[in-house]
C-alpha cells in the first residue's frame, strides 16, 4: 500500500470522529441533523458553513447520508435566518461565508439524482441567493462581501485581530480596518493581501463566479420542475453577470481580478480567485488559465497568492489551502489543462500523505515551496474535515475515476 492509499483508508475510517450531535457553547445554535465538524476532537468543534461544502467533497463518496444531513443542517440555517451564518454560532451571525449551498446540493444531486432532491432544496437555495443579491450588491452591479457587524461586535473584533497580529488596536483606523477585515472574514480568506485591508471597496471574483454558478444550477433545477419562466429568468441573470464581470474584472492579459470600484482599478494581487471563473464556466481560456498557474504553482503546490514583500497572512504565499487547491484543479480540467490538473492534484496529494508518514495527521494548510504543515497565526489543527475531503474527491476522480 502506498502513501496516498493509506492516507485514502485512514480518512475512511475515521469521518466518523467529525461527526457529532448536540452543542459544545453555551452560545451555539443547535442543528437539527447530525453534524461534521472541522477537525478530530480539536479547536473547532462546531459546524462551519465552507469548510463542510469541501468535507462533504469526500463524504458524498464515503457516508452520503452524513452528506445529505450536512445539506438539511444548512437549509435549516437558511430557513431560520435568510442566510447561512459563518458558523453555528450567535456571534457569527453577523456575516456568512461563500454561497456554497446551491453547489453542495448539485454534487449531491450529480451522484445521486433525484426529483425529491431537488423539490426539498430548490426553494433554500433561491431564498439564500436572494440574501446575497439583496445584501451584497455594490454600485457596479456585482456583488461585495460585507457584514451585518454592530459596533459593539466591531470593538470587540478590534481585539481579536490584534491579537493575531493583523492590526495595532490603537491606531486611529483601527474602527474601520476592523469593519474591512469583517468583509474580508466572510470571503473565508482570512487574511489575504487581496483588498489592502479594503474588502468593502472591492468585488470579489470569487464571489461573482460562486453566485454566476448558483444562478447556472438555480436555472438548471428550474427547468427541472417546469418552471420554465423562472428557468429562463436565472439563464438571463447568469449572462448579465458573466458580462458584467468581463467588462469590470478582464485585465489586457485576459485575466480576471478582483475590482476596486471605488477607485476604478483591479487588484494588485493574483490568487487563486483568478482561477474561480474557470471552475465556475464561465470562460475556458486555457492560455489565460496557465498564465495564472505560472504565478501561483510552487514545487510543492500552488500557492493562494502570488509572492510579495510583505506576505504575511494565512491565506497568502506560501500556504497552500485545500478549498483553493479543489478549485484549481476543476478549474484547469474545465479549461482544457488536464496534464495541469493531474500535477497539481498531485502534489497536493504528495504533501498531504508525506506528513501524514511522519505526524499521522492531515493538517489545515501547507507550504507550497517546502511541503511543510503551516502553524501561520495559530496552531493547525491536526483535522480531517475539507482536508480529508478534497483528498478524497481527488483520489476518487484520478485514482478510481
Partial sequence: MNMKERVNDYIKQHWKNTIRTGISKTDEIP???PTTVPCENQRFTYFFYWDTYFTNLGLLYDMPKQALNNLRNMKYLVERF????NANLKNMLNRSQPPLFCCAVYDYYQLYPSLDIVYEFFGS???EYEFWSQSRITECGLNGYSSSATEE???RFIDEVALRGIIDKNDCDAYEKAKNLFAEAESGWDFSPRFGGRALDFVQ???NSILYRNEIIISEFAKILKENELSERFSRKAAQRKAVMYRYMEDEEEVFRDYDFRNK???PVISIASLLPFWAGITKNTQSCKKILN???CEKGIAACEKSNSSMFQWD???????LVYFSVKAFQNSGAEECARRIADKYMNTVAENFEIGGCLYEKYSSVTGKYSNQEYESPKMLGWTAGVFRNLYEYFYHG
Avoid: A, T
Avoid at 317 to 323: A, L
Fill in 153 to 155: 461586535e466591531i470593538e
Fill in 265 to 267: 482599478k483591479f487588484s
Fill in 82 to 85: 435568510g442566510f447561512i451564518p
Fill in 295 to 297: 504565478v501561483l504553482e
Fill in 31 to 33: 442543528l437539527p441533523y
Fill in 317 to 323: 504565499y506560501p500556504n497552500m489551502w485545500p478549498p
Fill in 205 to 207: 471574483v470569487d464571489l
Fill in 125 to 127: 437555495m433561491q431564498r
